[in-house]
């Protein structure tokens, strides 16, 4: 395996700080709030009502969300960061909403502000008024990164990252547990291990629950992962599962190894109110033609696997769509690179079923980006059989948007409303700083209402807190069953190259 393969194996785990000084000056991204009317995003002639981020007013829209109360409200858990006296930032965020208690809330990130795990916990008890950061313990000397969150039925939110054992040992996932909304969270205890030694680590791992009560698995923690051997460059996607709330963990393989040229990397999960698991992940190859072989500017193929018996045994994988990855113009990114950045990107599966009773309960969504030789368009594929067969992909932008669109995630809501939401960077003209976008379907993916913008200001990547080198993996968001979807992104709207935010809520 090349320097720099190895490098970007490291670099989605933990990213390299240049130093406390700098990452002081060259702030890194911090997140901004609107909130906008339900029904507005999905189509319905209304006045927007927008929170002012100088006010941080979370859920007071005025007169549209007085009379509409299916409205929605994005969030970047920016409470916290308006709060924070001490420099740095997040990236890579994720968030989870108490499915037995609507107002908590709980986001996780990679954090500058957290000297030794880099890994930062951002609880709400109030709906996203306010938010309580914590920083969260490792295993061993090293912080990692990449995490996610969830919740279970007894109010118990769970935080999973990579976990960093001495070099080359290995590298683990964690898990940590908090039983009163993040204030505090127990030990780590290690998840999931690397199945290839000496040389292995386990690379980009998420982490879902069962919450359906009618499910025989109901209860029962999820982790997928890639089992990633450096020096064969060898890989092979698992799954991981807890059924007594994370102490016990038990790891099965999903589908074959892969040797070079071929890789198999970035997975997702999502679970049925059957119990049904389904994984993505995406597949690429190599190429030769590379000084260092990655994949960039190669074709992929994103791949699904689904599991009927709470993870013990996986059926054989079937392709979801066939993408182009961005080219590695920098030759600085195994999967490519954000155009006109050294910012890695990635093209990571995000997948969502409806667990609702509505008419496209079941579906699967799946959104991803394909690059089109000028840009990166977001784009979803649908599947109405479980997953059996996957139809065209649906763009969420229109034609108009030229710019790139990168780093999507996907929700749907207890009504069946599938949320979607991603960085974008059709305003700049440059194309190089980006807003946060959201687009809705109310009829199963098919067609998608409205962009709209979830900031007024653009963001930098540059401002990312090392160098303009790494923005994090990804983005998340979530429904509060029916009635509310935060949206978390990376954000650096109100900085400029010697601010950062701290305290009082400063904003543009």
């Not at 009829?443 to 998608?448: A, C, I, P």
């Amino acid at each position: 395996m090349s320097k720099k393969d190895w490098a970007s194996a490291r670099q989605e785990v933990r990213p390299t700080m240049k130093s406390a000084l700098w990452v002081f000056l060259l702030a890194a991204t911090m997140p901004m709030v609107t909130a906008r009317s339900m029904a507005q995003l999905v189509g319905a002639p209304k006045t927007e009502g927008i929170v002012a981020p100088s006010s941080w007013d979370f859920l007071e829209m005025g007169p549209v969300a007085a009379a509409d109360p299916w409205f929605l409200a994005c969030s970047a858990f920016c409470r916290f960061a308006s709060v924070q006296a001490s420099p740095g930032g997040a990236n890579s965020p994720a968030i989870a909403v108490n499915p037995k208690n609507p107002m908590q809330l709980m986001a996780a990130a990679n954090d500058l502000t957290c000297p030794t795990a880099n890994l930062g916990a951002y609880g709400s008890s109030d709906g996203g008024s306010t938010w309580n950061h914590t920083c969260l313990g490792v295993l061993n000397t090293v912080g990692t990164g990449l995490p996610s969150v969830v919740y279970d039925l007894n109010n118990n939110a769970y935080f999973a990252a990579t976990d960093t054992d001495v070099y080359p040992a290995g590298i683990s996932v964690g898990i940590q547990k908090s039983s009163d909304n993040g204030t505090t969270w127990g030990l780590t205890i290690v998840a999931v291990q690397p199945e290839f030694t000496p040389y292995g680590l386990v690379n980009a791992p998420w982490l879902e629950i069962d919450n359906s009560t009618s499910s025989p698995y109901s209860g029962t923690l999820y982790i997928s992962g890639t089992q990633f051997d450096y020096s064969l460059v060898k890989t092979q996607i698992s799954v991981s599962s807890s059924s007594d709330g994370g102490s016990t963990w038990n790891t099965v393989e999903v589908a074959p190894v892969q040797l070079e040229p071929k890789v198999d990397q970035l997975s997702r999960l999502a679970i049925g109110v059957d119990g049904t698991i389904y994984v993505a992940w995406q597949r690429c190859v190599m190429s030769e033609q590379e000084p260092n072989l990655d994949c960039g500017g190669t074709k992929a193929k994103i791949l699904m696997s689904k599991s009927t018996d709470g993870g013990s045994t996986w059926s054989t994988p079937v392709r979801v769509a066939t993408v182009t990855l961005a080219p590695d113009s920098c030759n600085c990114a195994d999967f490519g690179n954000l155009p006109n950045t050294k910012e890695p990107v990635y093209n990571i599966p995000v997948i969502a079923i409806d667990n609702s009773t509505g008419p496209y309960a079941g579906s699967l969504y799946v959104v991803m980006y394909n690059w089109t030789g000028t840009q990166m368009r977001v784009q979803m594929v649908t599947s109405r059989n479980g997953g059996t067969s996957w139809g065209k992909p649906v763009a969420l932008a229109p034609a108009s948007a030229t710019h790139d669109q990168f780093f999507p995630a996907v929700s749907v809501n207890s009504s069946g409303v599938v949320g979607v939401s991603w960085l974008d960077r059709r305003n700049d003209p440059a194309n190089l700083r980006y807003q946060p976008f959201a687009a809705f379907s109310k009829n199963g993916g098919t067609v998608f209402g409205k962009n709209y913008a979830l900031t007024s200001g653009l963001s930098n990547p540059y401002l990312d807190g090392y160098g303009g080198i790494y923005m994090g993996a990804y983005t998340g968001n979530a429904w509060d069953v029916a009635t509310t979807f935060y949206a978390t992104w990376p954000d650096s709207s109100n900085q400029q190259y010697m601010q950062d935010r701290v305290g009082g809520g400063t904003t543009k």
